[in-house]
């Protein structure tokens, strides 16, 4: 069958729509995804600060600044002399 | 009036020579400009960004970071654009810790620029609120802050250098590492709309920006916490105007700990060491055959004169040896032995040390110090030098030269650098012990360290002895510079130290400026900061100390009789936890703890030098291998109790001296 004027009309707009419907969900796709990229980017960001803060905390509350005074007045440990720290040796090894 | 036609003529050339010049000028454009235009066109349409690259971290040798890269904001509020400006405002400004007035000021602007920069935590909740901009920058982040501050420096503000972090290193390791931290930033293209925002569409990358090497460095974060407290303690307490310390590995030249008051001044200010150079005139000496250890010389009553100047002791003594000259830091001896050097002998000494010039470690601006050539010298200068001034050094100087004597009289590269990690984890780098030189043959080396030793046992440093572990160490009090000149009544005490004596494996250099309250001596001032630092040292548990060899050199805490402890309880370092060698095994009695608490029978058993593994809790009934029997040192002997074992107590309430487990 050949195909008429009109018909080809059609069939080139129907092509145009295509490729621009294409175009379109390609667009619309890419920035969906960066938009989604963005917000992951942020949360990642968020939770790395976060992070940090905590890290940031905890090795301020293991520091001995903390952790000495909070021992001795709450535990009434004290910092040992050298004479009460003893070294246990490892067994079955040759000196040294 | 013309013809219709002529005027119609006149109008179809006029048309006809409007369209040639339009498609002249269309021709223009597109032939001959078109480039330039579609330049001009891109340009407004799209932009060029920089993609920062991460700024490499610090670590610790254990790997806790010392310094990170942190995405951090910029925020930018437009008052016009906020739906709710009470609610809205009351939020940001609360975000941002703003006062009230502040924020009123803002809102009368059209744009308000907070500079901050602020955490990813403090804007979370400003994200979803309309009309507030959030400007990204990379920025450093220091986990704590007041670690080896002046070690690590900083970076600049601006986003200068490429890195980012906030900018290029200004100062510091983070100046003298930034080559490697700071990475090769990356750039993109985005698309920007006719106001110039950049559309919600991916960024086309052109260069993937490269991220910047991890640094682990040589510090160890326990250690240094000791230091720096153990410095500022002393600071306070002396009412000193500073000070330093520094830990060094003497087997590897890695500095473990460096603590300075505000800058870093172990690296950059020199000072005249006074005796605690004496030893490094006693290492010529026996380097060159001029002194044997029995040879005496008369202490001349506690005053020496010498042609243009007179030497005096303050603890004079009728004759000295070579040792007790070190012992009791004589200063009439050690010139009269070092008169027996030729000038160039003792400034070659003093030179192979390392002295008057840079150690070369990763730190700008390092000073040199002052080590003048023979060819300078003076007629006093020789004697001068023997007592340790017309000499000055840092104090990581002195660490490293202590650090050879430590080292079998070889003196090694010190370094700040233990890793270099590329940023996926890889090791690029990995520090090994640079020899730069032998100072003094090995056998010297060992009879510098016993005359150091000397000095703890029976001399000037006894306030640094500790009961389980022999310490060499040498006292240095001088006489301070200031402004060029010699300041009266001001001194400069200080300490250096070999822990153990034996086998070395911590070298420590305390420095203290002009201490005011109480002695100005180091033997009462440096010496008992080193013993409070090395006590601490050794109740650490992550400290790079190889406690398997310290175990060996400690012979009087593992022996000695339970009942001797005056009923304290003692700290259990437990099983090396990355043990680098082994100590000697020895067989040990098993003591008699029936009827024994389980406290006292634990402490029993670890003084002998045995691991305790629990059957039941109450009072000890017997134990496996039995009283009597013998047992390797460090073998875990089985403690059986009367009662059940109780259930575990809620919480993390364990002790190192309240046994819950076996303690390993």
């Given at each position: 069958m050949r195909l008429k004027g009109?018909?080809?009309?059609?069939?080139?707009?129907?092509?145009?729509?295509?490729?621009?419907?294409?175009?379109?969900?390609?667009?619309?796709a890419a920035i969906r995804d960066a938009r989604e990229l963005a917000d992951l980017r942020t949360r990642s960001a968020g939770l790395e600060a976060r992070r940090a803060d905590l890290e940031r905390r905890i090795r301020a509350a293991q520091g001995r600044a903390i952790l000495v005074p909070r021992a001795q007045r709450q535990l009434g440990l004290h910092l040992p002399a050298d004479s009460e720290i003893v070294l246990l040796p490892v067994p079955g090894s040759g000196s040294h | 009036m013309a013809k219709p036609a002529v005027r119609l003529r006149v109008v179809e050339v006029a048309v006809f020579l409007g369209l040639l010049l339009l498609l002249g000028r269309a021709a223009q454009v597109q032939l001959l400009q078109g480039r330039r235009w579609a330049e001009e066109a891109r340009a407004r349409r799209t932009e060029r960004i920089v993609l920062p690259a991460r700024r490499g971290a610090l670590l610790d040798r254990h790997g806790a970071p010392l310094a990170l890269t942190q995405e951090t904001y910029h925020v930018g509020v437009a008052p016009n654009e906020l739906r709710d400006p009470a609610p809205d405002g009351e939020l940001i400004a609360r975000r941002l810790g703003i006062s009230g007035r502040a924020w009123q000021q803002a809102l009368r602007q059209r744009y308000a620029y907070f500079g901050g920069p602020y955490s990813a935590l403090e804007v979370e909740p400003l994200r979803s609120v309309r009309g507030v901009h959030l400007e990204p920058m990379p920025s450093r982040f220091y986990p704590a802050p007041a670690l080896a501050r002046a070690t690590i420096g900083r970076v600049a503000d601006d986003g200068g250098g490429g890195g980012g972090g906030g900018g290029a290193g200004a100062s510091g390791l983070e100046k003298a590492l930034d080559s490697l931290l700071a990475g090769r930033p990356g750039a993109a293209v985005v698309l920007k709309d006719r106001a110039g925002r950049a559309y919600e569409s991916p960024a086309r990358?052109?260069?993937?920006?490269?991220?910047?090497?991890?640094?682990?460095?040589?510090?160890?974060?326990?250690?240094?916490?000791?230091?720096?407290?153990?410095?500022?303690?002393?600071?306070?307490?002396?009412?000193?105007?500073?000070?330093?310390?520094?830990?060094?590995?003497?087997?590897?030249?890695?500095?473990?700990?460096?603590?300075?008051?505000?800058?870093?001044?172990?690296?950059?200010?020199?000072?005249?060491?006074?005796?605690?150079?004496?030893?490094?005139?006693?290492?010529?000496?026996?380097?060159?055959?001029?002194?044997?250890?029995?040879?005496?010389?008369?202490?001349?009553?506690?005053?020496?004169?010498?042609?243009?100047?007179?030497?005096?002791?303050?603890?004079p003594q009728p004759s000295l040896?070579?040792?007790?000259?070190?012992?009791?830091?004589?200063?009439?001896?050690?010139?009269?032995?070092?008169?027996?050097?030729?000038?160039?002998?003792?400034?070659?000494?003093?030179?192979?040390?390392?002295?008057?010039?840079?150690?070369?470690?990763?730190?700008?601006?390092?000073?040199?110090?002052?080590?003048?050539?023979?060819?300078?010298?003076?007629?006093?200068?020789?004697?001068?030098l023997a007592m340790g001034y017309e000499l000055s050094v840092t104090p990581i100087q002195m660490a490293v030269a202590y650090?050879?004597?430590?080292?079998?009289?070889?003196?090694?590269?010190?370094?700040?650098?233990?890793?270099?990690?590329s940023p996926s984890g890889e090791v690029l780098y990995r520090h090994r012990p640079e020899p730069i030189r032998r100072a003094v043959p090995a056998g010297v080396a060992a009879v510098l360290r016993d005359l150091l030793r000397g000095v703890v046992e029976r001399g000037t440093g006894t306030e640094a002895a500790l009961t389980g572990f022999p310490v060499a160490a040498k006292t240095g009090t001088a006489r301070r510079v200031v402004n060029g000149r010699y300041a009266a009544g001001q001194y400069t005490a200080s300490f250096a130290a070999l822990f153990p004596a034996d086998e070395p494996q911590l070298v420590l250099v305390v420095k203290l400026e002009n201490p005011r309250k109480g002695s100005y001596f180091a033997a009462q001032t440096a010496a008992p900061v080193t013993r409070s630092m090395l006590e601490q040292a050794l109740a650490a548990r992550t400290v790079a100390l190889d406690r398997a060899r310290l175990s060996t050199v400690a012979p009087r805490a593992a022996t000695a009789p339970p009942e001797?402890?005056?009923?304290?309880?003692?700290?259990?370092?437990?099983?090396?936890?990355?043990?680098?060698?082994?100590?000697?095994?020895?067989?040990?009695?098993?003591?008699?703890?029936?009827?024994?608490?389980?406290?006292d029978a634990v402490r029993a058993l670890h003084r002998r030098g045995f691991r305790v593994v629990f059957k039941g809790w109450g009072n000890a009934v017997h134990t496996w291998p039995p009283a009597g029997d013998s047992a390797t040192?460090?073998?875990?002997?089985?403690?059986?109790?009367?009662?059940?074992?109780?259930?575990?107590?809620?919480?993390?309430?364990?002790?190192?001296?309240?046994?819950r487990q076996p303690v390993q």
């Open positions: 009109r018909h080809w009309i059609a069939a080139w707009l129907v092509g145009f729509l295509a490729v621009t419907w294409v175009v379109y969900a390609r667009q619309a | 990358v052109i260069a993937q920006p490269v991220a910047g090497r991890d640094v682990v460095l040589t510090l160890d974060r326990e250690l240094q916490e000791i230091a720096q407290r153990a410095l500022d303690d002393a600071l306070h307490r002396m009412d000193a105007e500073g000070g330093d310390v520094v830990m060094l590995d003497p087997a590897t030249g890695e500095v473990l700990a460096i603590a300075s008051r505000q800058r870093p001044s172990a690296f950059t200010d020199a000072f005249e060491p006074g005796s605690l150079a004496k030893i490094f005139a006693a290492a010529s000496l026996l380097s060159h055959k001029r002194v044997s250890l029995t040879e005496r010389v008369s202490g001349e009553g506690g005053s020496y004169r010498l042609r243009d100047r007179t030497v005096t002791d303050e603890d040896t070579l040792g007790d000259a070190i012992r009791v830091s004589s200063n009439i001896a050690m010139v009269k032995f070092a008169a027996r050097l030729t000038p160039a002998e003792q400034y070659a000494t003093l030179r192979d040390f390392g002295f008057g010039a840079p150690t070369g470690i990763e730190f700008p601006a390092e000073a040199v110090g002052r080590l003048r050539p023979p060819s300078e010298w003076t007629r006093p200068s020789a004697a001068s650090g050879a004597l430590a080292h079998e009289g070889v003196l090694l590269q010190p370094t700040l650098v233990r890793e270099v990690r001797d402890d005056g009923g304290v309880v003692p700290y259990v370092v437990p099983w090396p936890y990355r043990p680098d060698s082994a100590g000697a095994a020895r067989r040990r009695i098993v003591p008699d703890v029936a009827g024994l608490d389980m406290r040192a460090g073998a875990a002997v089985t403690l059986f109790a009367a009662g059940p074992m109780p259930p575990p107590a809620p919480g993390p309430t364990r002790s190192a001296a309240t046994p």
